[in-house]
């Protein structure tokens, strides 16, 4: 797997003012997610409580994929995700609602099987103990119903289930081992984790087994959430079953990284954009 950095740009002083300013601001952040390996591709709207005018819209979304943070105004939203290309006005297959919080970041997830899918907010932390690593994992292996996740000695989960999101755990910076231990053997990826940083480390069902993608969650106090991977999915990496999406890194002030693969989504990879006349 090719590692992808995306802290590279996030030191610059417009960064660090824009995080500090965001509870003046009245901003928080919100990334959206599909952690569910047997549900086709989706697309995900964001609504502003009351609107139907959608601020956010990601067009096919499939397994695997994680957007970029977006920053928004403060207050309560509605999560919407249809079926690909599926009209923008058409009854939406889930929904579910979140507020976001000045300073604050937020995940958004399709979570579970197909049968039992469910979009699930999750509260992304921000701040690390000093000199520490905060990680946590997120168990979206559907062919593993079961895992058990460690750093070293560090035990981060032991008998994940399917859709279960672990809480955060402080761990000492460097490059490190993680170690995914279920019913088929041991996986192990080596990842670097610098101090200061917040990361969630997804388990997902690849094509021979299964991978762990690391996201960059935060990259140290002062500066905005990264929500990057690290490491993981990109380059020529496979995906998961019927997934030929690549990942996506917010790099900086805007600058948008595609890493794309030997397999890409519809023309290309996830489309972000702001769209002002998408309704439910």
């Not at 819209?57 to 403060?74: D, I, M, Q, R």
């Not at 994992?137 to 989960?157: F, M, P, R």
Request: net charge neutral; glycine share 12%.
């Amino acid at each position: 797997m090719v590692l992808a950095t995306s802290a590279l740009l996030l030191g610059i002083p417009a960064a660090a003012t824009a995080f500090a300013s965001s509870a003046t601001t009245n901003k928080g952040w919100i990334r959206l997610a599909h952690f569910s390996p047997n549900t086709p591709a989706v697309d995900v709207y964001l609504y502003p409580f009351g609107s139907s005018n959608a601020e956010i819209v990601l067009h096919h979304v499939a397994y695997g994929t994680v957007s970029p943070y977006e920053a928004v105004t403060a207050g309560d939203y509605s999560v919407a995700m249809r079926a690909a290309g599926a009209s923008p006005t058409s009854q939406p297959v889930l929904s579910t609602s979140v507020t976001i919080e000045a300073g604050h970041a937020y995940t958004v997830a399709g979570m579970g099987p197909e049968s039992g899918l469910r979009l699930q907010v999750l509260d992304d932390d921000l701040t690390t103990p000093s000199g520490q690593v905060l990680v946590r994992v997120i168990q979206a292996s559907l062919k593993e119903q079961e895992v058990g996740v460690s750093i070293g000695s560090t035990v981060l989960g032991s008998k994940l289930t399917f859709a279960t999101v672990s809480s955060y755990q402080a761990v000492s910076p460097g490059t490190v081992t993680v170690t995914v231990t279920s019913g088929s053997g041991d996986v192990n990826s080596t990842v670097t984790l610098a101090a200061g940083t917040v990361h969630t480390l997804v388990i997902l069902d690849g094509t021979t087994g299964l991978e762990v993608v690391n996201l960059e969650d935060a990259s140290g106090s002062g500066k905005p959430p990264s929500g990057g991977v690290s490491t993981g999915f990109g380059g020529t990496a496979p995906h998961g079953p019927g997934s030929p999406v690549p990942w996506l890194v917010t790099i900086g002030a805007g600058s948008l990284l595609a890493l794309t693969g030997g397999l890409r989504m519809r023309r290309g990879g996830l489309r972000s954009r702001r769209q002002l006349h998408a309704g439910i």
